[in-house]
Each structure stands twice: as structure tokens, then as C-alpha cells.
């Protein structure tokens, strides 16, 4: 039969098993870049009381639970503290138990770095009502408290307050997407209400940027929403969108689709594109380092005579609410590094016959803009006209064909 072990037998005896790792060498590790997972085992009351720089917060309790989320390669160099390095030596054993071959527990714990007089953090702490506003995301492992605090960081810039931009703010407001910028020129009209549910009757004539700022400052007061009350343009473009993440293209002209376009290739921004017309929806990211732009597809813009007119062409009220969501979808992927992107995947929404296709888009090496010798390098305001190019599978445009390959 075991013999009992009196509480500093069982620490002795730990101690005897594991590897320890004191505050200078840590600090070493650290200043020099060396990949290395520092974990703290604390509880949330003393985590919240400040941290090492860099380290993850994964509670004594939920160690042996959410270690292999945070690093499966048994081989990693993990550091675990707590307060004084007898918590952190358990842990480790325990880990070690499980077959991480590079845990450390650092001797003197938090305590001994602070004393030392190393740098450390404080926690950003959410509002009590934060809490509880954001707790369904948080309760998901894939946003978590870190997550929603990627997304009250980010800024996402939409152009246009119209069908996708309404649907697709609203949503990333709710979720708390930090900083909205919208860039619209229009004024709300009385057939603008069949889909922008931005607006509502008593905003006719209103601009659409004050209206939408309303609404969405009603759905979430966690967000600044930037007005831009302007016509965007080759002059404004850039300056507008340096200060943004993520740039939600809800535009329904071709001017704008190529000069958002071009503007997000040249500035290295990621964008959300959608498209509607009629009962037909499209969706697709462009991110030039990893796919397509719009312009390796369509290079230049169809003769104005040759595309369907906004007015002629209608659209079911509901559709851009389908595709303006998606749009918000993939924009929150994005910021929280989750999931696969629709980057180099048209995603075609046909709603008369209930269906979604996909279609890959392929880089285009001789695109004007983002290929290997671009011949557009500054920006260009084309003539106002209207209409979207659906890339239908049996029609699809002569000059995007090559880039278009049935998923
Ligand atoms: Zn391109």
C-alpha cells in the first residue's frame, strides 16, 4: 500500500519530476523571440491583478481540458505559472502526465517576476453589461473573450448604407464590431424601404449615413459609427479606407466596384465584396496576397449600353439581406482568423430555385491591377453607369471566362 505523502513530500517529490525555469531565463527566452507558450494557471482574480506579457489564461481548472486547443504539439516549450510556482509545478506534472515533453514550471511564479520589477500587463475588462451583450459569442471556443475583444478592436469600413450595407452593418454592429465606417452620398427615398432596413419612413430625405448612425447606435451604443456623407472618389478613396481593417464593398455601380477595387488592392485591404440582381446573389472575398481582385476577373468595365440598368433590373427586397448577412459572415471570419475565407470562391446564391453553387476564381497573372506586371497604378474614375455582371454559369462573361472554373 502507498505510503501518504505529507504536503511538502508530495512538492518535493513533484519538484524532483518536472523541469523548472527561473525568471531570467524566461525573460531571456522572451526578449530573444524564441517560440515559447506561456500559460497562466492563476484563477481570474489574480490574472486580473496583471500578467506576463504575452501569456494565455487557462485556469488551474481547465487545464488538462483546453491545453491541447491552445498547443497540440506535445513537443512545444510551454512555461505554466501561478503566484509562487507550486500550482505551476502540479500543472506541469500533469502535463507532462499527458505527454508534453517541454513544460516548465517558473520558479517564484508571478510574484518573483513582479518583484524583479519585469514588465507586466493588465487585463482589459468588459462592462458587466458587455458580458452579458456578448455572452453567446464568447460561449463559442472559436471567438471566446479574446475573440470579441478582436472584434470591438476592429474597423470595418462599408460603402454604401443601401440593400447589402444595411443587413451587413447591423449585424456587425450587434456583434460589436468596434469602429464602422459608411461611406454613402445618397439621401433615403421612399423605394429605398422595400430592402435598406437601415431606414425606416420617418428618414426619407434623411442622408443615409445619418440615418444608418442612428440605427445602429440604438443596436449597439459599443459602436463608433464614421460618417462619410460624400461621393467616394479617386481623390478620397485611400485616405478613407488607411484607416480600416476591412473594406464591405455594398456598392451597386461599376464606378465604385472598380475604384473600391483597385483601392484595396494598392492599400493591401482585404474586401467583402457582394453583388445582387434580381432573384441572383454572389459573395466572395478578394484578397489580393491570396486570390483574385475583381479586376482578374473583369478587367475592364463592360460597355455602359451592355449591362442592365438598377432601375430595369429590380431586385427582391429580401435577396440583399441573404447576401449582405453572408458579407457580414465572412468579414467576421476575417477578423477573428477562424474558418476558411471565401478568397478565391464565388459563392452564387440563386433564390427562385432555392440553391447556392460555388465557383473557384482564379489569381489572373496578367490582372491590370494585382497581376505580375499591373498596367493600372493609379487610380480611375470611370463614367457613372449602372448594373452588376453576374458571372452566371451559362452565361458567363466572355472576358472572365478564363478566370471561372465550376467548383
Ligand atoms: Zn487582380
Known amino acids: 500500500m502507498a505510503r501518504r505523502m505529507t504536503r511538502d513530500e508530495l512538492l518535493a517529490y513533484v519538484k524532483s519530476q518536472i523541469k523548472e525555469i527561473d525568471i531570467k531565463t524566461l525573460k531571456e527566452w522572451v526578449e530573444s523571440g524564441r517560440p515559447v507558450r506561456i500559460v497562466d494557471i492563476r484563477e481570474r482574480d489574480e490574472f486580473e491583478q496583471g500578467y506576463i506579457p ?21 513537443d512545444a516549450p510551454i512555461v505554466l505559472y ?65 475573440g470579441q475583444w478582436k472584434l470591438l478592436d476592429a474597423k ?4 454604401g448604407a443601401g440593400g447589402l450595407g444595411s443587413p451587413a452593418a447591423m449585424y456587425l454592429a450587434a456583434a460589436g464590431v468596434g469602429t464602422l465606417g459608411i461611406v454613402d452620398y445618397d439621401v433615403v427615398d421612399l423605394s429605398n424601404l422595400q430592402r435598406q432596413i437601415l431606414h425606416g419612413v420617418e428618414d426619407i430625405g434623411r442622408p443615409k449615413v445619418e440615418s444608418a448612425r442612428e440605427t445602429l447606435a440604438s443596436i449597439n451604443p459599443d459602436v463608433k459609427v464614421v460618417a462619410y456623407n460624400t461621393p467616394l472618389n479617386s481623390e478620397n478613396v485611400m485616405d478613407i479606407i488607411k484607416d480600416y481593417d476591412i473594406v464591405v464593398n455594398g456598392s451597386d455601380n461599376f464606378p465604385t466596384r472598380y475604384l473600391i477595387n483597385d483601392a484595396c488592392v494598392m492599400a493591401g485591404k482585404p474586401l467583402v465584396d457582394g453583388s445582387i440582381f434580381q432573384f441572383e ?7 489580393a496576397d491570396e486570390g483574385p481582385c ?3 476577373l473583369f478587367p475592364t468595365p463592360p460597355p455602359p449600353g451592355e449591362v442592365p440598368s ?13 447576401i449582405g448577412c453572408l458579407q457580414a459572415v465572412e468579414t467576421i471570419k476575417l477578423i477573428l482568423g477562424v474558418g476558411r475565407p471565401l478568397v478565391g ?14 465557383v473557384r476564381l482564379r489569381k489572373n497573372r496578367n490582372c491590370p491591377v494585382c497581376g505580375e506586371t499591373p498596367t493600372i497604378t493609379e487610380l480611375i474614375d470611370y463614367e457613372e453607369f449602372c448594373g ?11 472576358q472572365a471566362a478564363h478566370a471561372l472554373e465550376v467548383a
Not at 503566484?83 to 502540479?90: E, K, N, Y
Not at 470595418?156 to 460603402?159: D, Q
Not at 446573389?281 to 484578397?287: D, E, F, L
Not at 458571372?391 to 458567363?396: F, L, N, S, V
Request: glycine share 10%; proline share 7%; aromatic share 10%.
Open 82 to 146: 501561478c503566484a509562487g510556482g507550486v500550482r505551476s509545478a502540479l500543472a506541469a506534472k500533469a502535463l507532462q502526465e499527458m505527454g508534453y515533453r517541454n513544460v516548465y514550471s517558473l520558479a517564484g511564479g508571478f510574484s518573483a517576476w513582479k518583484h524583479a520589477g519585469l514588465p507586466f500587463e493588465l487585463p482589459r475588462k468588459m462592462t458587466d453589461e458587455q458580458r452579458i451583450r456578448y455572452s453567446r459569442h464568447m460561449l463559442i471556443p472559436e471567438v471566446g473573450e479574446e
Open 281 to 287: 446573389g454572389q459573395v466572395t472575398v478578394y484578397k
Open 388 to 398: 452588376v455582371p453576374l458571372p452566371r454559369r451559362e452565361e458567363e462573361p466572355a
Open 54 to 74: 504575452g501569456s494565455k489564461f487557462i485556469p488551474r481548472g481547465h487545464l488538462e481540458f483546453q491545453i491541447e486547443d491552445y498547443e497540440p504539439d506535445r
Open 345 to 358: 470562391r464565388l459563392l452564387l446564391y440563386d433564390a427562385l430555385n432555392g440553391e447556392f453553387h460555388e
Open 156 to 159: 470595418v469600413l462599408l460603402i
Open 310 to 322: 438598377c432601375a430595369e433590373g429590380g431586385v427582391l427586397g429580401v435577396l440583399p439581406g441573404v
Open 294 to 296: 475583381y479586376r482578374c
